[in-house]
């Protein structure tokens, strides 16, 4: 709640600043500075570069500001980490009182905890030490030393000079104290608004466990190899996916036959999500690099189909009849006319079917797999190496990214007249 | 002396409900070698019809078509066809495009260079003969249709609208480039237009057709075609006999299309 109203804040207030430098600072002499209809030409719209960077260090910068990270100059209140301490006053079954002192001891998560040498002091209550680490809480059994007990009767009534009761609490120096329903003390020290590391590491652990795995591996594997893996996977299975799916899909829109008797099976099969078809993938094939690979291909296949197929049906029929006039045979039409004509929607499909393929093959290998991205994470996450998830989830996003940059730089080299036709 | 006969030839479009629509009945035309004939008629009268059967895009449901005695079943090259727009590749260079026809019938680069540069200096695309076509305008575009059918070496030339898409201006250049490629390859076209000013100025004969059914309503023989190779065009309109003419056939459409929605008014009423 309170990242998403920083983040809002941050949004709002980069816009305003970077506006009013922009303004201030550079002319702009391009044609869209020129254009006075803005908002509603979505060509006049590219995406603000200044926005772009800003946005990618505000998540950083929030990162770190919540994790405490060394990177970071601003860091949101941490939690509690020191000595502190409270009193409580206890009332004997005859009615008398006395009180006593707890001394706490909050070590940061992950050392070792310590408790402060204490005096038992004066009075039936005696004081008492407890330790806790940071994000933690302590149940505080006062009355172990104290010379009467809760079974005798004894019950505390005040913690700090307010009375408490059962379910009750009270708020101390740099905690608070809530009563258990048996009268014990259950003391919270302060958590602060960073998160701990086991939810969410500091950039700069997960970047040393990237240097780490990248050189001693994780689980047998390098990192390299189970990013390289995963990739292998995709590249396979998508290529076996394409290599039969666009013939298939040309057959499909140069022929009724094909096209009647493929139709039912790519229309049933093109919802099927791929996921869903792990289990059975499993079943059949197990869950060695064949179930992967036919999996793989099935996402992709039906998707290729279908882009080479419309990619057919698009081809104006006045170019196939130019064609056919300027004397080509059925063979140099699908050659030269048909094939050219439907690479930008095949394109469009390859995007697609990457994009599923490497969604599909994480997946996979987070059910089952002995190396590769999901199975990374999927490991880590059992002993709760957050670090290297969140590792993990970084590189599959950036992987899953570049993928899309060099599709659609290659598209934009191979089908330059995409659009323009 | 080969010629383009069609003979009787008639075209029923079976919509699927049950009705028909008559685009041709009993269409008999002869064309000789070299003859330039431009088509007028108002719209819906079966003029693309027409043409999509000679070119071999459709069978007729009636009649016989042949070139030099050749029967017309299919598309072939011998009949080359310039289309409205869009028919060119844009995944090709303009030179590309221009060659494609010697290219699918086998000749190698070596063979048709000669006739692939001179036909894009004719048509004046030297300077952009390795563009893209969509780099270019829409005159430009024409252009290279023009030069890709010419490159093929068709015995007809078959054209729907080539110079519809057109501005005034462009449209007079690329007119008497017409002209002066049909005089120079002493080709067979048949042009199909809307405008009475280009039937009159390009074509050698006039056809005028008439609608419902698709039919040959008047011929006429005209001579400024003729005049018009390597002259003004401008002049040419000025001439007494080509303004009674356009009046004539003017009025001619004019009352076609009266009529087509005086019937179309009486029948939904
Ligand atoms: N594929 C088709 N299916 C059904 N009817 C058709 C088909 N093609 C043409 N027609 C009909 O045939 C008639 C003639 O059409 P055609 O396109 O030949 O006219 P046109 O003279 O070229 O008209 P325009 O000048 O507008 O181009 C029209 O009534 C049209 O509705
Ligand atoms: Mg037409």
């Known amino acids: 709640m309170i990242v998403l109203i920083i983040y809002i804040t941050v949004f709002a207030i980069a816009f305003f600043a970077v506006r009013f430098i922009a303004n201030r600072l550079i002319e702009r002499h391009d044609f869209t500075s020129l254009k006075t209809v803005t908002f509603g030409d979505e060509s006049a719209v590219t995406p603000n570069r200044w926005a772009s960077i800003l946005s990618v260090l505000t998540i950083f910068l929030l990162w770190g500001a919540f994790t405490n990270s060394n990177w970071t100059p601003l860091h949101v209140p941490g939690p509690f980490v020191g000595d502190t301490k409270f009193t409580y006053v206890m009332e004997a079954p005859n009615g ?67 009375p408490i009761s059962p379910g009750h609490r009270v708020q101390v120096d740099d905690g608070e104290i809530v009563m258990t329903s048996k009268g014990t003390l259950n003391f919270i020290p302060n958590k602060g608004l960073q998160m701990e590391p086991i939810w969410l590491p500091p950039p700069e652990n997960v970047v040393d466990r990237v ?62 999500p791929p996921l869903a078809l792990i289990p ?142 | 002396m080969s010629t383009l006969s069609i003979d009787d030839v008639s075209m029923r479009f079976d919509l699927g409900n049950g009705e028909h629509v008559q685009a041709l009945k ?120 023009l030069a890709r059918c010419l490159a093929n070496k068709p015995d007809v030339i078959l054209m729907d609208e080539p110079l519809g898409a057109l501005d005034a201006l462009t449209r007079e250049k690329m007119q008497s480039l017409v002209l002066k490629l049909w005089k120079e390859t002493g080709r067979t076209i048949i042009l199909i237009t809307h405008s009475v000013e280009e039937a009159l100025l390009l074509g050698e004969r006039l056809l005028v057709m008439a609608p419902r059914p698709g039919r040959i309503h008047k011929e006429y023989q005209l001579p400024f075609a003729d005049l018009g190779v390597g002259a003004d065009l401008r002049e040419i309109k000025k001439h007494p006999d080509f303004n009674t003419t356009r009046e004539e056939i003017l009025s001619m459409i004019w009352d076609m299309e009266e009529e087509i929605m005086g019937r179309s008014e009486g029948a939904s009423s």
């Open chain 1, 96 to 162: 008398s009182r006395d009180d006593a002192t707890v001394y706490v001891r909050v070590s940061p998560a992950g050392e070792p905890k310590s408790k402060i040498e204490t005096e038992l002091g004066d009075g039936f209550a005696k004081n008492d030490s407890v330790s806790v680490s940071a994000w933690r809480s302590v149940l505080v059994a006062m009355d172990k030393n104290d010379e009467f007990k809760r079974k005798q009767g004894a019950k505390v009534v005040e913690v700090n000079g307010s």
């Open chain 1, 211 to 272: 240097v780490e795995i990248a050189q001693e591996g994780y689980q047998n594997f390098t990192l390299l190899e189970h990013l390289g893996w995963s990739l292998l996977r995709v590249i396979v299975g998508f290529v076996l996916g394409a290599v039969v799916g666009i013939p298939l899909g040309y057959a499909m829109g140069l022929s009724d036959w094909f096209r009647g008797w493929f139709d039912p099976i790519v229309e049933f099969m093109r919802p099927v």
């Open chain 1, 280 to 421: 059975l993938v499993i079943i059949w094939a197990g869950i060695g690099e064949t179930g992967k690979i036919i999996l793989l291909f099935l996402a992709s296949l039906w998707i290729m189909t279908i882009a080479a197929r419309a990619g057919v049906s698009g081809v104006k029929i006045t170019k196939v009849h130019a064609a056919y006039s300027l004397g080509a045979s059925k063979w140099q039409i699908m050659r030269y006319v048909i094939a050219p004509n439907s690479l930008p929607e095949i394109f469009t499909g390859a995007r697609v079917a990457m994009g599923v393929c490497w969604g599909t093959v994480v997946a996979a290998e987070l059910v089952a797999a002995e190396k590769g991205a999901g199975m990374m994470i999927m490991v880590a996450s059992r002993f709760q190496l957050t670090d290297i998830v969140i590792m993990g989830i970084i590189l599959i996003g950036a992987i899953g990214y570049a993928i899309d940059i060099l599709m659609r730089k290659s598209e934009d080299y191979l089908v330059p007249w995409k659009g323009k036709g």
């Open chain 2, 26 to 145: 009993n269409v008999t035309l002869e064309l000789k070698t070299g003859e330039l004939m431009s088509v007028l008629g108002p719209s819906g009268c079966g003029k693309t019809t027409l043409l999509n059967i000679v070119a071999g895009f459709l069978a007729p449901t009636e009649g016989k078509l042949s070139l030099n005695g050749v029967p017309i079943t299919e598309p072939g090259a011998e009949r080359g066809m310039v289309f409205q727009q869009g028919a060119l590749f844009d995944w090709m260079s303009v030179r590309d495009n221009v060659a494609f026809g010697p290219k699918m019938g086998g000749q190698s680069p070596a063979e048709y260079a000669e006739t692939v540069d001179h036909l894009l200096d004719v048509v004046g695309l030297q300077d952009f003969k390795q563009k893209a076509v969509y780099e270019l305008s829409g005159g430009m575009q024409q252009r290279v249709s």
